[in-house]
């Protein structure tokens, strides 16, 4: 019996001689140190799978009565058995290949954006009001449940609401130019309303865990700092806000973009840079923080009628650009 149970957690040995236990499991209680009880608590504070205690910080995992010791130790095992060390550029281009895409509706904006809303990263829209940001955003909740052969992933979406922009009418109006139903394009995109900072950063928990079961494959703010803004007011707030809002980025990327390959799009408000003497005094609210913690950002602007200008100002593979595109009836087009 005892062979076998190292069997069935498969057993590596080290050039030491010493037996690594490697689980392949996704139980919690698969980890050494953690009983029916802990594993209880884990999941009480959103710890689901050995995934999310593998991205944990020690810090996080002591709320749940362990010491220093256990969780690292916890956090340790995950981080073996998912394999979490160095690996090769070439490993890293075959991992690469489960990244999809998400179309726009324009092709413009699709070639400025390298082939569309990509998965695995935060996508950052920011501009004045009326620029276009709602619109893409409730455009992709729609265009996400298209098949992969018609630029959408399959998928469900998840839209947190921060200033009460989300509005049924217009997706079943952009659903009925996909010849898709209305009704069932809104039964597969889960809406919440958020009322200040922490429910919003906890509505994002909450996405992370209904992500497999619900196949989310997007998630939608609008806006992301609305609320950072309103509740954290004055040079003297900027501190504790920007921490905030860093770590609410850190878990985006972390517990949805990185763990279930979900494409994360948020947008922005902007504000006027006084310093500014020549040029676009526009400036996105949130600083560095969320400039360095997107992996896209995207500035849009209004331009003639319908007509709006989108312009890439940030990415890891792609050159600064600009695109024109339009919204209208049929939502975003060329």
Do not use: W
Not at 316 to 329: K, M, N, Q, T
Request: glycine share 10%; with cysteine; proline share 3%.
């Amino acid at each position: 019996m005892k062979e076998k149970s190292k069997e069935d957690k498969g057993v590596e040995k080290s050039e030491k001689g010493e037996e690594k236990v490697q689980i392949k499991s996704s139980s919690l209680e698969d980890l050494p140190g953690v009983g029916p009880a802990t594993a209880e608590k884990l999941k009480e504070m959103g710890f689901q799978t050995v995934e999310s205690i593998a991205v944990a910080s020690i810090g996080e995992l002591k709320d749940a009565g362990l010491t220093d010791t256990s969780a690292e130790k916890i956090i340790n095992a995950a981080r073996e058995s998912l394999k979490m060390g160095f690996e090769t550029g070439l490993e890293y281009m075959e991992k690469r290949k489960i990244v999809g895409r998400i179309l726009t509706g324009s092709k413009e904006l699709d070639n400025l954006l390298g082939g569309g809303i990509e998965t695995g990263s935060i996508i950052e829209f920011y501009g004045q009001f009326a620029s276009g940001k709602t619109q893409i955003g409730l455009q992709a909740t729609v265009n996400v449940q298209l098949p992969v052969e018609k630029g959408g992933l399959n998928g469900t979406a998840v839209f947190i609401d921060t200033e009460s922009t989300f509005r049924p009418e217009r997706v079943m109006q952009i659903a009925v130019t996909k010849n898709l139903d209305p009704k069932e394009v809104l039964k597969n995109i889960l809406v919440a309303r958020a009322y200040n900072s922490d429910h919003q950063m906890l509505l994002a928990e909450k996405a992370g865990e209904i992500a497999e079961e619900r196949n989310v494959r997007l998630v939608v703010i609008d806006s992301l700092t609305s609320h950072f803004r309103s509740e954290y007011s004055g040079r003297g707030e900027l501190a504790p806000r920007q921490q905030k809002l860093n770590r609410h980025l850190h878990s985006l990327q972390r517990n949805l973009a990185d763990m279930h390959n979900i494409a994360v799009i948020v947008t922005n408000q902007v504000m006027a840079n006084p310093g500014m003497m020549f040029g676009d005094p526009t400036t996105p609210v949130g600083g560095n923080i969320v400039g360095h913690l997107s992996t896209y950002r995207v500035y849009l602007r209004k331009s003639k009628g319908n007509k709006r200008i989108g312009r890439l100002v940030d990415s890891p593979c792609l050159p600064e650009g600009e695109c024109v595109f339009e919204i209208g009836a049929n939502g975003i087009s060329d």
